[in-house]
Structures are given as C-alpha cells and as structure tokens.
T-cell receptor
Framework: DSGVTQTPKHLITATGQRVTLRCSPR?????VYWYQQSLDQGLQFLIQ???????AKGNILERFSAQQFPDLHSELNLSSLELGDSALYFC??????????????FGPGTRLTVL | GQQLNQSPQSMFIQEGEDVSMNCTSS?????WLWYKQDPGEGPVLLIA?????ELTSNGRLTAQFGITRKDSFLNISASIPSDVGIYFC??????????FGPGTRLSVLP
C-alpha cells in the first residue's frame, strides 16, 4: 500500500458527460501529480500541484482541469468526455518539500470507461 | 524536453533466468527510480537511487545509478512468474518534474 488513495476505482459514463476523480496524497506529501495511461501505453503526465498551487502542466486537454484543496487532496475534472478519454488515471504524490531526494508514489488508479 | 529511453521494449524469458534492462537519457538526473506495474494497477516503487554509482538491492532486484548520471540499470535474478509486468524508470532533478520512460514489458514463460 503506497498510502495514496484514489476514488472511485471504476467509473463508467457516457460521451459528453463530466466526471470528477479524487486523490488523497500520502501523509506529509505536498505535491500531487495526475497521469493518464491509455491501453498498453506509457504514463502521460497531465498536471502537478504543490501545496495548493499549480506547479507544472503536461499534455492536459482544455476539457480537463484539476485543483488541490487546503487539506492537500486533489480532484481531476474531466468534461465533455469523448470515447478516447477512456483510460486509467493515476494520481501520485511526493514530498517536493525542498529535498533533492524526492520520490513519487502512485495510487491504485481510476479506470474510466466512456461509452 | 527531457526524454528517457528504455531497452528492451519487451522481453520474453524462461522462469529462473536472470533479466537485465536499462534506461538512458541525454540529460543528467540526480535521482533514478524504478517502478513495476501489474495490469490494471498503479506503478509500485521498487528501488530509488540517489547517488551516482550507487548499487541498491531489493530482494532479487538490483539497480544501479550510472556513473555518468545519464543511465540506470535494473537486474532481476532467478525470475518467477509474478515478475511479469511493465517496468518503468523515472529520472528526477530538484525543482523539476519527474520524467518517465516508456517501459519494458516483461513476460515470463513457465
């Protein structure tokens, strides 16, 4: 158990809908990262938050948005869903508190299926 | 931007064989991480390396931080069926984002 939790585990929805994925980082971690992994593909970095503020952006679509709340949990919002958005979405967390020896831990993921 | 290459892309081995895979970069990293991902699950951290030349073991797994800081190696000894999965490497520098490789897919034949 990495200490990173994600809900829900599975999500099935229709095209055009909007969903919210939730992530709670490990205790003490200030950074949250979101990744998308399509079938048999690598990890595509979407966005990073550090202590409530956006720190880095990757290949995140305009239809997607995220935020990190004061209690450090994060939500990834996906709107106007398309079939191609079906994928595993992972959250990861790290301390990112100034140490050079930062390590990232992943949650179990949310499997999104868009029908 | 920074990119990592992993080789081989995939490999099929017999149970009991040793496995070697590597990760290379055109840029220097101060941290190298190795993860294993089972189908449908989140990547699990196997080994973290923080110092050039460092050699670290975790059971049957051994990883090394390349002396040039541009590469890392992962070895698995006496492979077993549960070693099947995708192995990802990641590099990190202070203040920068983590960079992940495309993964090495390992299949173990009984």
């Amino acid at each position: 158990d990495s200490g990173v939790t994600q809900t829900p585990k599975h999500l099935i929805t229709a095209t055009g809908q909007r969903v919210t994925l939730r992530c709670s980082p490990r205790s003490g971690d200030l950074s949250v990262y979101w990744y998308q992994q399509s079938l048999d593909q690598g990890l595509q970095f979407l966005i990073q938050y550090y202590n409530g503020e956006e720190r880095a952006k990757g290949n995140i679509l305009e239809r997607f948005s995220a935020q990190q709340f004061p209690d450090l949990h994060s939500e990834l919002n996906l709107s106007s869903l398309e079939l191609g958005d079906s994928a595993l979405y992972f959250c990861a967390s790290s301390v990112a508190g100034g140490t050079s020896t930062d390590t990232q831990y992943f949650g179990p993921g949310t499997r999104l299926t868009v029908l | 931007g920074q990119q990592l290459n992993q080789s081989p892309q995939s490999m099929f081995i017999q149970e009991g064989e040793d496995v070697s895979m590597n990760c290379t970069s055109s840029s220097i990293f101060n941290t190298w991480l190795w993860y294993k991902q089972d189908p449908g699950e989140g990547p699990v951290l196997l080994i973290a390396l923080y110092k050039a030349g460092e050699l670290t073991s975790n059971g049957r797994l051994t990883a090394q931080f390349g002396i040039t800081r541009k590469d890392s190696f992962l070895n698995i000894s006496a492979s077993i069926p549960s070693d099947v999965g995708i192995y990802f490497c990641a590099g990190h520098n202070y203040g920068q984002n983590f960079v992940f490789g495309p993964g090495t897919r390992l299949s173990v034949l009984p």
